[in-house]
């Protein structure tokens, strides 16, 4: 299987576009990419295939689409429009490919299933069997959660690390929530203790470069990232 690291790049390169803007996340298990990919071309036709990996590909489309063709082993299964602000979600388990027929701009997240898995395992959850919605769902949180990193791909070498991971965490636990299957949600939320919540203040403030991980600061709290 392929590198989930690199699926940013293979779906610009089926573009005809190089070195798209991308973020990276790194996880204990793995890495999430986020890419910001711009077609500025119509009419580019199929698109090379997405060698296979367990990692579900998470686009959200920033501009309207009047026509789009996801295709997986060499048949479309999805064709239909796109609103900005819409998204799908895939399972890149299979070979996937896009006929392009017109301008678009998206983020695309790649999220490889260890890193799923690994958030599951650490807010005390079963690990998710799939993730699926509707083509074409509109989630204001994904949309958020997406706009906020917006500005760091203008500037990705000082983007803050930290930010990003929470941005990261934050997505892959609503997406466990609203569109995992297989796996039984159940989160448990509390607060910090006075020391707690003194601690993590006292180390994000240390390190104002953002270069501390929210694993490192609840590893210093005694508590998991969630």
């Not at 690291?5 to 890495?31: C, D, E, F, T």
């Not at 070498?157 to 941005?167: G, S, T």
Request: charge should be neutral; hydrophobic fraction near 45%; proline fraction near 4%.
């Amino acid at each position: 299987m392929s590198d989930p690291q690199k699926h940013g790049h293979i779906i610009a390169a089926g573009l005809g576009l190089s070195n798209p803007p991308a973020l990276a996340v790194r996880s204990r298990a793995s890495q999430v990419e986020i890419s910001k990919i711009s077609c500025v071309r119509t009419g580019v036709g199929m698109t090379q295939a997405i060698p296979a990996a367990d990692v579900f590909a998470l686009g959200l489309y920033l501009t309207d689409v009047s026509y789009h063709e996801i295709w997986n082993r060499g048949r479309p299964v999805i064709r239909q429009g796109y609103s900005a602000n819409s998204m799908t979600i895939v399972n890149l388990t299979g070979e996937w490919s896009a006929n392009i027929f017109s301008t678009f701009e998206v983020v695309a997240f790649s999220l490889p299933r260890s890193v799923l898995d690994e958030v599951a395992g650490d807010a005390g959850l079963k690990q998710v069997g799939n993730l699926s919605c509707d083509p074409g769902t509109i989630d204001p949180v994904v949309f958020q959660l997406a706009a906020s990193i917006l500005p760091a791909f203008q500037r990705s070498n000082e983007a803050n690390a930290l930010f990003l991971e929470y941005v990261v965490l934050a997505l892959c636990v609503h997406l466990l929530e609203r569109y995992g299957i297989g796996a039984e949600i159940k989160l448990c939320r509390g607060g910090l203790t006075p020391f707690q919540l003194r601690r993590a203040k006292d180390l994000i403030a240390s390190d104002l470069a953002g270069n501390i991980s929210l694993a490192d600061i609840a590893g210093e709290c005694g508590l998991s990232r969630q």
